[in-house]
Every structure is written in structure tokens, then in C-alpha cells.
């Protein structure tokens, strides 16, 4: 099974990408933590390639992972492409 995050690692994620440890709901943070997810996913399934609950998971992050870019990218487009940017994800 894929590892969950700890507590201090979520926080250290929140704090880079949100602004603040304590908010969590930042679309920013949220979609650092759903970055962090899924590449821990796509490095479970390399080694695990017949788990088909964490490939239906990963498909899950990846979809929700798009809708919060493409609110992001509406939002505000400064804030979208500096997070693509720092995350490393081609858009």
C-alpha cells in the first residue's frame, strides 16, 4: 500500500505552498498536497503495477488535482503559473 503523509510533512507543504501551516484549504497547498500524493502513488505502482485500487486512487488525485488548476487558472493566472512552476508540472 501506497505510505500516507504525516502530520509534520502536511504541515511543512502547507507552510510553502499556503501561506501558513494552519490553512489547509488554500487551492495552492491543496494542490501541492495532491502533487506529493501522487507521486507516491506512481512510485507504489512502478513496483506494484497489478494494484488496481491505488491506480483507481491515483486517477482519482490526478482528476482532482486538474479541476483545482484549471479554478486556479481562472482565479488568478500569476498564482497558477508560479505554482506550476515550483511543482514542476507541465501545463
Given at each position: 500500500?501506497?505510505?500516507?503523509?504525516?502530520?509534520?510533512?502536511?504541515?511543512?507543504?502547507?507552510?510553502?505552498?499556503?501561506?501558513?501551516?494552519?490553512?489547509?484549504?488554500?487551492?495552492?497547498?491543496q494542490?501541492?498536497?495532491?502533487?506529493?500524493?501522487?507521486?507516491?502513488?506512481?512510485?507504489?505502482?512502478?513496483?506494484?503495477?497489478?494494484?488496481?485500487?491505488?491506480?483507481?486512487?491515483?486517477?482519482?488525485?490526478?482528476?482532482?488535482?486538474?479541476?483545482y488548476?484549471?479554478?486556479?487558472?481562472?482565479?488568478?493566472?500569476?498564482?497558477?503559473?508560479?505554482?506550476?512552476?515550483?511543482?514542476?508540472?507541465?501545463?
Open positions: 500500500m501506497a505510505e500516507y503523509l504525516k502530520k509534520e510533512q502536511k504541515e511543512e507543504i502547507f507552510a510553502e505552498f499556503g501561506g501558513d501551516k494552519k490553512n489547509t484549504g488554500s487551492v495552492e497547498g494542490i501541492a498536497l495532491f502533487t506529493r500524493r501522487i507521486q507516491g502513488l506512481s512510485d507504489h505502482l512502478q513496483t506494484n503495477y497489478k494494484d488496481h485500487s491505488s491506480r483507481r486512487a491515483l486517477l482519482s488525485l490526478v482528476g482532482k488535482r486538474k479541476r488548476l484549471n479554478y486556479l487558472a481562472k482565479k488568478d493566472i500569476m498564482k497558477y503559473r508560479d505554482l506550476i512552476a515550483k511543482l514542476g508540472l507541465r501545463k
